[in-house]
């Protein structure tokens, strides 16, 4: 049966990436977040308006999207309630967010530099999009969506299947953020039609399974 009520999150499960910004001064910035999408070569990305992530890339037009491994979670949630901005704005303080000008290192985190942007890369993460933003839309109250075009995609190799460009969605295992929690280590449930429509080739995991 279903019930009729007005949710106050729809965090339905998305993937966790951490995006790293550098601000007009050069300083460097990275924040996770959950609400991001991909289609073709571009990427979409929600945030909110008076976040320094979403003010850096107004300013620079440049962020990397770098996508978490489930094994990275403890690093996410060290910068959960960090801001780079100073002073706090109260409707963060009252969430018990705190201000930190080194995020990285706060995090435990390594800053890698990117080829094509000045925007850092994480070198924790097994997948980095280097991105230039081109153009924003006002959406929600308070909130823009992004759309960054993907420059340069870096993939640690152990997720490749071999000899192609393809990742191994077996051997990836992303962590997803479900209504504001923490998941990973997900499993194969069945072979798909669409990529055996869209030849899609199998993993090393999942070949013969």
Known sequence: MHVNTPLKVHYYGSAVVLLGTRDAEGRANVAPMSSAWWLGQSAMLGMGDRSRTAQNMRATGEVTVNLVSSGLADAVDRLADL?????????????????????????????QAADLIAAPRVAECPIQLECRITAVHAFGRGCSAFEAEILRSHVDESLLVPGTAYVDPIAWDPLVMKFCDYFGEARNLRDSTLAANW???RGRLGAGA
Do not use: C, N, Q
């Open 199 to 201: 030849s899609m080739p």
């Open 83 to 111: 801001t780079a901005v100073d002073p706090v704005p109260e409707t963060k303080a009252a969430k018990g967010y705190r201000f930190e000008a080194d995020k990285f290192g706060a995090a435990g985190l390594t800053e």
